[in-house]
């Protein structure tokens, strides 16, 4: 109605006030937001992969699920049916969710889980957010296979800061196991032991050519000589930290986690669990067919990893068939190439980065083990079970309501706020560790953060069972990764050496195999929000936190009433 009004006047003027009318259309279209309504159906269906078909929970029927695509300051409201036998949850990853925690996903932080036959309704608005996210189940390990890619377009009107794609190819990394993956997590959970690795990793779906039974399946991108795709590459995978290349292509990568960075090109990236990467490709080699290919970056120490190569191809339009060229990866404990990679990552703006911290906080992430009687319960390394922990604490999920309604309406009994700011006791973190520090301490603690605080998290990898390279993630909010080193932080000798003008912008940062990673933001998002290892064995075991941030002033900087419709516990 608006705009009819606006080429309603324009009748009526000269041609003088032509530019005024064209600036309050362009002022229309750039202000102008769409909902989008969507209905997920959570659902067994069958997939056959390397030979074999079984039924596997996916939405709509699809594996992976539904791309959800939008525009910078639309919403979306999203009714989810459980049609499956378990219980679960979505989470729509890297959406900041502002005031709207009860959209955020994890069961029992933010919403009990939609029981079977049950259903709820996610709504929530992109707020200054652009570049590709993803969503997946936040409960048990069902993002095995619950999982899709969600765009998010700048406003009409706004360029990318790189010169335009002719297309653009949402490219999802997953890993995939024969057997039921909830019978997986069962066993691992009963036997304390490591689970069993995946049988293949996935490209869109698909195992690739190199697996049984998967030649005709391997899914294909079509390119015409000449032009410049954009590959959104989002690592779904359950546990696996993975590198990824396109064969004789150079790759020039533009965004990670819905943030632009400074344009660099290499011809290798290496996503963690939970990450996107955003990449330009050129389809500027000979007329030909170049495989796609992933596999594993696996850092513990003498830890079993599904060492296999999944992989798609790449066919320029109108070539007669041949076998791909191979692709060239690197070995699968190349901490140097994946550290040179991270290492280029630089925000494209500058100067954002806030110099008082307010909070000065010291996490350690890794693992542990609990000693228990010799038993089949007990097949861990030596009798153990194996654990993790953050600051010596293995998180332990509440059950009979969540964390958020909790906090919301003043249920006691639930969690307690001294979750430390340090680690109990300090030792040398990444040498030789005294057994005496292997077993940490199970709760349901929380750190709470004043509302509008500047925030500095030092994460610190740990030599307990092993140092390994750990992909965090924090709900609610994205975050400047300032720093990055190897061995012990030295606050003396590596905060000068501190990025402050153009530090990535992310939501989930890979702590390096034996060494730290320090993150700062801000703490303007009021609600609960889950900290935790996105290598979801780490996470069923322990590894992971919630900040509380308080309500500010007024009803902008307070969480909002909860729907109707959240699910009961």
């Keep these: ?77 999203i009714n989810v049916v459980n049609a499956a036998r378990y219980n679960v949850t979505l989470h729509w990853h890297g959406i900041r969710q502002m005031r709207t925690p009860w959209a955020d996903g994890p069961e029992y932080v933010t919403q009990c889980p939609i029981q079977p036959g049950a259903s709820y309704t996610y709504r929530f608005k992109i707020e200054n957010q652009e570049g590709t996210l993803w969503w997946h189940a936040h409960s048990k390990w069902l993002r095995a296979t619950v999982y899709g890619a969600l765009v998010i ?52 779906g698909q195992p690739g050519d190199l697996y049984r039974c998967s030649k005709k399946e391997t899914t294909k991108f079509n390119v015409r000589s000449g032009e410049t795709v954009l590959l959104r590459i989002i690592n779904a995978a359950l546990d696996q930290e993975l590198f990824f290349t396109v064969a004789n292509h150079m790759l020039t990568v533009v965004g990670n986690d819905a943030a632009y960075n400074k344009p660099f090109q290499t011809m290798v990236i290496m996503l963690g669990p939970g990450q996107t990467t955003n990449v330009l490709l050129t389809a500027n080699q000979p007329a030909g067919r170049y495989y796609i290919a992933a596999r594993a970056y ?42 040179a990679y991270t290492s280029q990552v630089r925000s494209l703006s500058s100067g954002k980065v806030f110099t008082r911290i307010d909070e000065n906080l010291f996490f350690t992430v890794g693992l542990g083990l609990v000693n228990c009687q010799p038993g089949p319960r007990c097949q861990g390394p030596n009798n153990t079970r194996f654990a993790a922990s953050m600051n010596n604490v293995s998180f332990v999920f509440p059950r009979r309501t969540s964390l958020l309604q909790a906090y919301y309406q003043n249920i006691g009994g639930v969690y307690t706020t001294d979750f430390p700011r340090v680690p109990p006791v300090a030792f040398d973190y990444t040498g030789n560790v005294s057994r005496g520090l292997w077993q940490p301490r199970f709760g349901t603690k ?10 500095q998290i030092v994460l610190q990898d740990t030599a307990i069972v092993s140092t390994e390279d750990h992909p965090m993630h924090l709900h609610g909010y994205h975050f400047f990764v300032v720093g990055q080193g190897f061995g012990n932080f030295n606050p003396r000798r590596d905060t000068a050496r501190f990025n402050l003008v153009d530090p990535p912008l992310r939501n989930t940062i890979n702590v390096p195999v034996g060494g730290w990673a320090v993150i700062r933001f801000v703490a303007d998002n009021p609600g609960v ?39 009961p516990c």
Excluded at 155 to 162: I, N, R
Excluded at 175 to 191: A, C, G, N, P
Aim: proline share 8%; aromatic share 10%.
């Design 1 to 77: 109605m608006a705009l009819l009004n606006v080429i309603t006047s324009m009748q009526q003027c000269n041609i003088h006030c032509f530019a005024i009318f064209v600036a309050m259309i362009l002022s229309l279209s750039f202000a102008s937001a769409e909902t989008h309504y969507h209905q997920f159906v959570v659902e067994a269906a069958p997939v056959k992969r390397l030979c074999k078909t079984r039924n596997i929970i996916t939405v709509n029927g699809q594996f992976p699920g539904p791309t959800l695509e939008a525009r910078d300051g639309d919403s979306f409201v």
């Design 153 to 204: 377009y700048p406003k009409l009107g706004v360029p990318y800061p790189f010169p335009m794609p002719e297309r653009e190819i949402p490219i999802l990394l997953g890993e995939w196991w024969d057997r039921d993956i909830i019978s997986v997590l069962r066993q691992s959970k009963f036997t304390g032991a490591a689970p069993n690795v995946s049988d293949a990793y996935t490209i869109n």
């Design 298 to 339: 696996a850092t513990a120490q003498n830890a079993p990893f599904d060492n296999t190569t999944a992989t798609a191809i790449l066919e320029y339009n109108n070539f007669l068939s041949q076998r791909p060229l191979m692709a060239t990866l690197p070995r699968f404990n190349d901490t140097a190439t994946a550290t």
């Design 446 to 455: 929380l750190y709470k953060l004043r509302f509008g605080s500047n925030v």
């Design 529 to 567: 929000w889950l900290m935790h290892c996105h290598i979801d064995s780490h996470l069923t075991w322990g590894l992971g936190m919630a900040f509380l941030v308080e309500n500010g002033i007024g009803e902008l900087q307070s969480v909002a009433a909860p729907p109707p419709d959240l699910p």
